[in-house]
C-alpha cells in the first residue's frame, strides 16, 4: 500500500491507484506477457502495465511500461476503456486503470526478468485459458474483441 500525507498532515493508505494497461495489436494477434513468479498473480499471463509514474501523463506511462516490460516501442492509437470498478478480479489495491490500443512500432528491447518470464503474440482467437489470465484481464481482451466485432458487423 502506499501512504499519502495530506497538507493537513493527516496519512491515509486509503487511496486509489492510477495504472496503465496496454492492448498491443497487430494483424489479429496480442501481446501478453507472463507475469513473474515472484509477483501477485504469477506465471499467469496478462497485458503489459503497471503503476504510472508521478509526473507522467497516462500515454507516457502506457509507453514506459510496454518498453520496460516488452521491450517494444509502440504508436497509442486510442483509450479503449477506464476501469475504476474498486472491486476488480484479483485486485488488492483498488487500482483505477486506463487501457490503451496501441500499435507496435519496432522491438528495440528485452524483457524486464523482474517482473516477466516470457512474452508471446497471441491469435486473438486463441487466447490462453481465462484461468491462466491475471486479474481481469482476459475480459479487457474479450471486450476489445467484441467491440471490433459490432465494427465489422457495421
Same mark, same amino acid.
Not at 495530506?6 to 495504472?19: C, D, I, M, N, P
Given at each position: 500500500m502506499l501512504n499519502c500525507t495530506f497538507e493537513s498532515g493527516k496519512q491515509t493508505?486509503?487511496?486509489?491507484?492510477?495504472?496503465?494497461?496496454?492492448?498491443?495489436i497487430d494483424k489479429k494477434t496480442i501481446l501478453l506477457t507472463r507475469r513473474a513468479d515472484s509477483l501477485r498473480e504469477g506465471g499467469k499471463w496478462c497485458l503489459p502495465g503497471g503503476y504510472m509514474d508521478r509526473d507522467e501523463t497516462a500515454v507516457?506511462?502506457?509507453m514506459r511500461e510496454l518498453h520496460e516490460e516488452a521491450g517494444y516501442t509502440c504508436e497509442i492509437y486510442d483509450l479503449f476503456t477506464?476501469?475504476?470498478e474498486p472491486n476488480r478480479?484479483?485486485?488488492d489495491r483498488q487500482n483505477i486503470?486506463?487501457?490503451f490500443l496501441a500499435k507496435? +512500432?519496432?522491438?528495440?528491447?528485452?524483457?524486464?526478468?523482474?517482473?516477466v518470464s516470457e512474452?508471446?503474440?497471441?491469435p486473438l482467437d486463441a487466447l490462453?485459458?481465462?484461468?491462466?489470465?491475471?486479474?481481469?484481464?482476459?475480459? +479487457?481482451i474479450w471486450r476489445y474483441i467484441q467491440s471490433i466485432d459490432v465494427v465489422l458487423k457495421d
Amino acid at each position: 500500500m502506499l501512504n499519502c500525507t495530506f497538507e493537513s498532515g493527516k496519512q491515509t493508505s486509503h487511496l486509489r491507484h492510477a495504472v496503465v494497461d496496454v492492448l498491443l495489436i497487430d494483424k489479429k494477434t496480442i501481446l501478453l506477457t507472463r507475469r513473474a513468479d515472484s509477483l501477485r498473480e504469477g506465471g499467469k499471463w496478462c497485458l503489459p502495465g503497471g503503476y504510472m509514474d508521478r509526473d507522467e501523463t497516462a500515454v507516457e506511462a502506457a509507453m514506459r511500461e510496454l518498453h520496460e516490460e516488452a521491450g517494444y516501442t509502440c504508436e497509442i492509437y486510442d483509450l479503449f476503456t477506464i476501469l475504476d470498478e474498486p472491486n476488480r478480479k484479483g485486485d488488492d489495491r483498488q487500482n483505477i486503470s486506463f487501457v490503451f490500443l496501441a500499435k507496435p +512500432i519496432e522491438k528495440v528491447g528485452e524483457i524486464d526478468p523482474s517482473e516477466v518470464s516470457e512474452m508471446q503474440w497471441f491469435p486473438l482467437d486463441a487466447l490462453p485459458d481465462e484461468a491462466d489470465m491475471a486479474f481481469d484481464h482476459f475480459d +479487457i481482451i474479450w471486450r476489445y474483441i467484441q467491440s471490433i466485432d459490432v465494427v465489422l458487423k457495421d
